[in-house]
């Protein structure tokens, strides 16, 4: 009897067989571009406690600007990524700016708004990261980009559910967000750029093609 089980499982194995369109743009640079303005962004708000509302927002706001475009740019680039990979980084990358956009809006910056914008956010991108590990990643890859995805959701869903929080409070819980976010993203980035090297070294590459980056 086939389950929905497999045919999920089923369904991750003919998109991971799909082709990818060759490029000369690396996504692992992609990857350390985000995690490094991402941890950048998450240690200025702990080195900086007691910044105003205002410029949390803006910090945030940043943060998810360039998350975004970085997305946008890796799903119309000619990078290595299967079509559902493009597709899902298209939506997510235009709905991170958008998102970031109304964070800088006056009426937003307040940390109740803050909270519930920037927490709702996070939900729906880790579910869909979640979404594409499972679908397009795999072997150590897949595990970092799981555990990220499953971070980001945690921490949305925290903000979500508490937006009534402190300014101390709500920076705190976004700042080390980033940190960890970004670590982690430099760890990916990295496993990108150490997988791609295996794969074009003569007499490393394995007997299936590897993921590239």
Not at 184 to 197: D, E, F, M
């Amino acid at each position: 009897m086939v389950t929905m089980s497999d045919d999920v499982i089923g369904f991750a194995q003919k998109v991971n067989n799909q082709p990818r369109i060759p490029g000369a743009v690396s996504l692992w640079t992609l990857s350390l571009a985000y995690g490094v303005v991402t941890l950048g962004l998450g240690v200025t708000l702990v080195a900086w406690p007691r910044s105003s509302l205002v410029v949390i927002a803006v910090l945030v706001a940043l943060q998810l600007l360039v998350a975004g475009v970085l997305r946008v740019v890796a799903a119309v680039l000619p990078i290595e990524l299967h079509l559902v990979d493009r597709l899902l980084l298209a939506v997510t990358g235009a709905l991170a700016v958008i998102v970031g956009l109304l964070c800088l809006r006056e009426p937003l910056q307040t940390v109740l708004t803050l909270s519930i914008v920037l927490g709702a956010w996070w939900v729906l991108c880790g579910v869909v990261d979640v979404v594409r590990a499972v679908l397009t990643e795999r072997g150590v890859e897949r595990a970092l980009s799981i555990i990220r995805a499953l971070l980001t959701v945690g921490v949305g869903c925290l903000l979500v559910v508490i937006p009534k929080l402190s300014l101390g409070l709500m920076v705190l819980i976004v700042s080390l967000g980033m940190i960890v976010i970004g670590l982690l993203s430099i760890l990916g980035a990295v496993q990108l750029r150490s997988a791609r090297n295996s794969s074009e070294t003569p007499g490393l590459r394995p007997p299936s093609p590897a993921r590239a980056s």
